[in-house]
């Protein structure tokens, strides 16, 4: 793949990360709940994982709960609170949750008990949002993504927990956009984090729940004593190792990456909107994340501008996937009261921590050359 704008979906596995699965599998493939002494070792190395994992979220490691995903971990979230709260409690979330936030949460507790917290016209959740709905509401849950996978925008959480810590209400995050794109110690102060290691350089099926107590066990599968209790099935050791190799490798460097990317982003948009006139960037004036931009084309639908710059090399997407697993209509761009035509130009374009500059602008130009041939009504070498 040439130009690789799909990075909200996934992200290839990070090099250091491919080596510390290769190691990992090798040197500690044995069960960790085995009683043997190499079983002893993967358990050692598997603790230090979470332990490292902590460090990197500002959590105590007894906290956090590998998972196969961000999907798995929402679920075992709605599961655990469908289990142990009263019939009548309900969650409130926000208007532009992931699906696996909003739709577990309405299977597992029943669309009844899920308030929705509105966004702005920027699709950001206000403070005065959640007080007004904490203000009629008492629900046992606030769950609000940190940073939106379709549009970007880098939800006031910090803010928003605070609103929860004076009502007393429990405040879950969503991080699975946040986490690896910035700075992460700061979550640890949220009671429920969600995380997933293919959105920063890890591998696929892996992921994690940090709970707000070490002792607090929400398992969603019947099985053995995994996870303290919190999580059956035989932990991933491998997949862990490299998940937490990944977000090491690019935590580092991430402010100055976060600065550089921002910076081709905006020129990126600065240079689609002189291309194409009326080319609208959702959530142009909140703040996103660095390397999203999610934009409605003035013309012409999503999936022909999609195959069109797949044929040039171009990976991009049209917003979210719905729960088919096939992109859907964006949740964005519908919670933000677009028309039916309009949600159907959605196009999404996001980069990554080593996008150059020359891929951005081969990217302007590769629109610019779908454009054309879409205007000519046909499809001459593309
Ligand atoms: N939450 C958010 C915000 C996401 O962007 C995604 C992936 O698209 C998920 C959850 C689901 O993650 P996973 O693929 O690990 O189940």
Redesign the pocket.
Known sequence: MASYFDY???SPVHTAAREAWLKASDEHWQNPSSLYREAGLTSQALEAARERLGDLLGVESERVVFT???????NTLFSGLAKCLEPDACVAISAI??P??REAARAWLGRHRVLEIPVNENGVVEVEALEKLLACHQPALVSI?A???ESGVLQPWQDLLKVCRQAEVRFHT????WIGKLESTALGACDYI?G????FGGS??V?FLVVAHADEAFPLFHGGPQEQNRRAGTENYPGIEAMVTALESVMPKIAEVAAKQTIMRDAFIEQMQTQFVGLRVISQAAPRLWNTVLMVMPQHDNLKWLTRLSRLGFAISTGS?CSSGKEGSSVVVQALGASWEELGRVVRVSGGWETTSAQWQALVAAFAEVSQSLDAGGRPGI
Do not use: F, L
Not at 196 to 199: N, R
């Open positions: 909200n979906a996934t196969s995903g961000a999907t798995e971990s929402n949750e992931h696996c936030v993504m940073a939106n996978n969503d991080a699975a956009q969600t997933s290691a293919h959105k696929k099926g992921g996937a």
